[in-house]
């Protein structure tokens, strides 16, 4: 049917350049967080790419169910202001006609939303999370640049230090400067080594010197050694395998109903139930008055999406903290948005209908 195909097409063109649109600014504020996190030794420089494709990836279910509802209003909303839609309801088609092409369209969007948000979000926060864990867990020594200084992970260490070749386990001419307790202490030493004691690591200097300065009393102290050992980090070789809710595997967090896992369910499944959600919103809010140039039916319907998304996140918040259940959240929040989008739909048709009739009766004979 020419109803029917038009509307898809003329649907998915615009799904598709506003998806390149969000999808563009995405990954520019993307690579700007990860090169701050990389400026800041949050992150390993050369896992920029990576991070960036894993934060993509997980947000692309956001970015897809954005995309479908600015395109169902901005499509139905030109077709309001070019007065396309008052032929369509002249020759009989209603407002709750469009929803079923509207879901011809929507209905591969929604399948990868379901998807992304079971499968590859927290398959790609597993392995975002794993990246900087690892980064985390590399040494102090590991994470200085020849020839430049460095602050330690917890900001309580300066380091200089002169690699010996490409071994990062060793070094020579070290520097550290160290603040804790109120002490300030400035070690030197010809090399350093690291040395692991059971799961802590530890660094070893030979040939060096410590000066130490209490910052209450000024009293200073000279020491040298033969060899000093510096913790730099404990537990480096931890259980890595407790992985944060958001990087769980669906079925795990369906096999341990803890509060948390049960709040991170509440984002996956409220993600999926939105999708289908916004479209009907879309369809309903898309209205507006061929007769004035604004496009504020465009502003109204963004508002709503920030709006929805915010009280979801709400929701996973009270799941999470254990305010309410899983069942009473989904079924509080997406099922007041569902019956809200089918209310709107029929007002708007019943609207359409009464316009019509009085415009009917109305009409000289």
């Not at 000093?228 to 669906?250: E, G, I």
Request: charged content about 20%; hydrophobic content about 45%.
């Amino acid at each position: 049917m020419l109803f029917d195909s038009s509307t898809r097409s003329e649907l998915a063109r615009s799904f598709g350049v506003t998806l390149v649109v969000i999808l563009t600014i995405m990954l520019t504020l993307t690579l700007i967080k990860t090169l701050g996190q990389a400026a800041g030794g949050n992150v390993a420089p050369q896992d920029v790419v990576l991070l960036m494709g894993y934060a993509t990836i997980a947000h692309l279910a956001t970015m897809l169910i954005l995309s479908l509802f600015i395109a169902i209003v901005v499509t139905l909303g030109r077709r309001y202001r070019e007065s396309e839609m008052t032929i369509w309801f002249a020759s009989g088609i209603s407002l709750s006609r469009f929803v079923r092409p509207v879901l011809r369209m929507a209905w591969p969007i929604l399948l990868a939303v379901i998807v992304l948000e079971l499968i590859v979000w927290p398959w790609g926060n597993q392995n975002s999370a794993e990246l900087r864990d690892r980064y985390q867990k590399r040494s102090d020594l590991s994470r200085v640049a020849p020839g430049q200084f460095q602050t330690s992970r917890d900001g309580s260490r300066v380091f200089f230090i002169e690699r010996d070749g490409d071994d990062a386990a060793t070094g020579r001419n070290v520097f550290i400067l160290s603040n804790q307790n109120e002490r300030e202490s400035v070690t030197t030493s010809a090399r350093g080594r690291l040395e692991m004691e059971g799961d802590d690591r530890l660094l070893v200097l030979d040939h060096g010197q410590r000066n130490e300065t209490q910052l209450k009393t000024g009293e200073k102290s000279l020491a040298r050694f033969e060899q000093y050992k510096v913790m730099t980090d404990t537990q480096v070789l931890a259980n890595a395998s407790q992985l944060p809710p958001k990087a769980t595997p669906t079925l795990d967090l369906v096999r341990t109903p803890t509060p948390k896992n049960q709040g991170e369910l509440a984002w996956r499944l409220g993600m999926i139930l939105a999708g289908f959600n916004m479209a009907l919103l879309g369809v309903g809010l898309a209205a507006s008055n061929p007769r004035r140039a604004s496009n504020w039916n465009l502003l109204f319907a963004l508002l709503a999406f920030v709006v929805y998304f915010n009280l979801i996140n709400v929701s996973v918040s009270w799941v999470g903290n254990g305010r309410t259940t899983l069942p009473r959240a989904l079924l509080a929040l997406h099922g007041s948005a569902f019956v809200l989008g089918l209310a709107v739909i029929w007002l708007r048709d019943n609207a359409n209908r009464f316009c019509l009739r009085r415009r009917v009766t109305g009409a000289p004979a």
